[in-house]
């Protein structure tokens, strides 16, 4: 097994491990109707996350998840394994979008492409790296798109290791 | 009081009554520690949103909110009035980040303008509003930033404003 496929599998991918193009995928997340309005009850409380019948005369025409716990979600699969960065996920900020709501029953999961790697420019232990993830339903379609920008932190090279680069 | 000014403190305002700079301002919400490790557990569980010795030991130099939860708030706040639109809050996406971490103990609160108002081509009944919103703590830093796109109703016109408007 390569050095990269076994850091991925052990979700301790460094800044060094990761190539424009690479892809993850989360695994799943089945969202029901009693969450959806447990989590607009306290985030979000507007009539179309909160009550069916309200929805269905709203723009929603049905109960959907605020964008808010769709995003949620989606950082909830990308930290158990959908993106297997080292030292976690951190991110400084992104670009959301909601094509289609979130509805009861949906199974969700993520599906993550590096787009692009840039080492800082002030501090060589880390990089900045865009990543596009998709969450979709499992009927296919997608629901939020997020492109994020995360700092992954460059692998410690140990001491015997710089030494083989070295020679 | 004028018909706008009426509007906003009902909560009612619609694509007419809005106009680019346009300000409101949200009411307030306290962070604290056990609430930003409790939506941790649930949608971001990594060490430092939820424990504060490794969170001490991390990049965020102490206890720090998912900015997820930062970003539920913040919808929270729009919702209880910090954006007072008659239909609903709808949001279609937009971009965020997230320039210093919120912390237990923040009072957040959200400051938002209208950026731009954009009637829908093909649906003369709304159109899409791009507003600003920024998340303050007590110390008036800014913890989160969102540039989203609502859609916003216009309000239906009644019979005898539309005579009034005729003479």
């Known amino acids: 097994m390569s050095k990269v496929v ?3 599998k052990n979700g301790s991918l460094y800044l060094d491990d ?6 993850f995928t989360s695994g799943s ?10 989590f607009a009850a306290e985030f979000d409380p507007q009539p179309f ?3 069916e019948v309200l929805a269905s005369q709203s723009v929603f025409k049905g109960l959907a998840a605020s964008g808010w716990h769709t995003a949620a979600i989606t950082m909830r699969l990308l930290v158990d394994g959908g993106m297997p960065i080292g030292d976690g996920i951190v991110g400084v ?5 909601w094509p289609r709501p979130t509805r009861p029953g949906d199974v969700l999961r993520v599906e993550t ?6 080492p800082s420019r002030t501090r060589p232990d880390r990089g900045i790296v865009t990543i596009r993830c998709e969450t979709r339903n ?7 798109t997020l492109l994020a920008k995360v700092v992954v932190p460059r692998r410690t090279v140990p001491a015997n290791d710089s030494i ?4």
Do not use: N, P, T
């Open 29 to 38: 997340h089945a969202l029901s109707a009693d969450r959806i309005k447990a």
């Open 113 to 118: 492409e590096i787009m692009e790697i840039a």
């Open 164 to 167: 083989e680069r070295a020679l």
């Open 6 to 8: 076994e850091a991925e």
């Open 93 to 97: 900020g992104g670009e959301i979008a």
């Open 18 to 23: 990761l190539r424009v193009g690479q892809r």
């Open 138 to 144: 499992h009927k296919d379609d997608i629901v939020q």
């Open 49 to 51: 996350h909160l009550d």
